[in-house]
């Protein structure tokens, strides 16, 4: 566990999802005033969907936001499970992001030339203002599992044999990830509470492997938070 790890315990996923929205829109208004823009990499699963759907109903500087994504599995473009379609029905429909500053993973081209055509788009972005992640029962982060071995050097990994369906995937990598002002988790669920305790303890799990040179906050629920360890 990093000690630059700064871990927000919260009742509910509801209150989850209300603390990184007002962290989100916080650090928007900050980089848009310091930078003139906010790049932000967003995240899959219900909770961050639950912070979506806040910030759909907020106002900020939409001109000014950039938005990417960790991780994206390699279905059509309109599959149900695309983290992308999940984004944008619960948030880019509803705010005036211009399309040419959204940017997909094309992980339907496949694995590998999807991995090389985001890596270039990752390589103009670093670095980030902030990287949304959240956490799998294994440990693992945005599509980085727990036994797959990546080049450390590269921006995206094309990856294969998901432990969860869909096997075939697109990631950012743990270096670009880390490349990143600010770096939130979003963890809830008492499902999550094993992971959570291994990775305080000091596993070896994808998610330890988020190095920012800032520090990490961590926004979890109360079931996900083993409060005897």
Known sequence: MQENSRWHVLASSEEVAVAVYEKILKAAEQAIAERGSFKIVLAGGSTPEKVYRLLAKASSDWSKWFIYH???????????DRNSL???QSFLQSVAIPDSQVFNIPAELGPDLGAKAYADVV????????????MGEDGHTASLFPGHVHDVEQLTHAVYNSPKPPPERVSISAKALSDTKELIYI???ANKQEAVKAWRMGDNLPVATITPQNSIDIYIDADAYNEGL
Not at 70 to 80: N, V
Request: glycine share 10%; proline share 7%; hydrophobic share 50%.
């Open 70 to 80: 960790g991780d994206e599995r390699c279905l059509p473009i309109d599959h149900a």
């Open 187 to 189: 963890i809830t669920g």
């Open 123 to 134: 390589a103009e972005a670093l670095p980030f203002d902030m990287v949304l992640l959240g």
């Open 86 to 88: 999940m984004v944008i």
